[in-house]
């Protein structure tokens, strides 16, 4: 069993930053591949961006490539999502995932593929 906890959102205007952390429970961090999606309003749920176990691997969706980098602290349970160039277009609930994937290079796109969610926390960027 593992809990998520994201911290860090809040409301930032067009072009700045914010950086989000998401804190998990449990002694088998390591052992899972971590992701970002959103949710904006009246749309679906959407992926952002993934980590492998060891952060040796990320990918990204496009909309937020070279904006967004993800990375984690498996010392410290946490991946974080640093979001740089706000757009208005990025306002959304922001959740953090967690995949069982131990020492896998691999990570997941898919919301299905995962199989903890934290409540999430919000973004709203301002034009």
């Known amino acids: 069993q593992v809990q998520l906890v994201e911290s860090g959102g809040g409301l930032v205007q067009a072009g700045g930053s914010l950086r989000l952390s998401c804190a998990a429970s449990g002694r088998t961090f390591s052992s899972y591949a971590m992701g970002w999606f959103r949710q904006a309003p009246g749309k679906e749920r959407e992926f952002v961006a993934t980590i492998n176990w060891s952060g040796s691997n990320t990918y990204y969706a496009d909309s937020v490539k070279g904006r967004f980098t993800i990375s984690r602290d498996n010392a410290k349970n946490t991946v974080y999502l640093q979001m740089n160039s706000l757009k208005p277009e990025d306002t959304a609930v922001y959740y953090c995932?967690?995949?069982?994937?131990?020492?896998?290079?691999?990570?997941?796109?898919?919301?299905?593929?995962?199989?903890?969610w934290g409540q999430g926390t919000q973004v709203t960027v301002s034009s």
């Open positions: 995932a967690a995949d069982w994937r131990p020492l896998s290079r691999t990570t997941a796109q898919g919301m299905g593929e995962y199989d903890y």
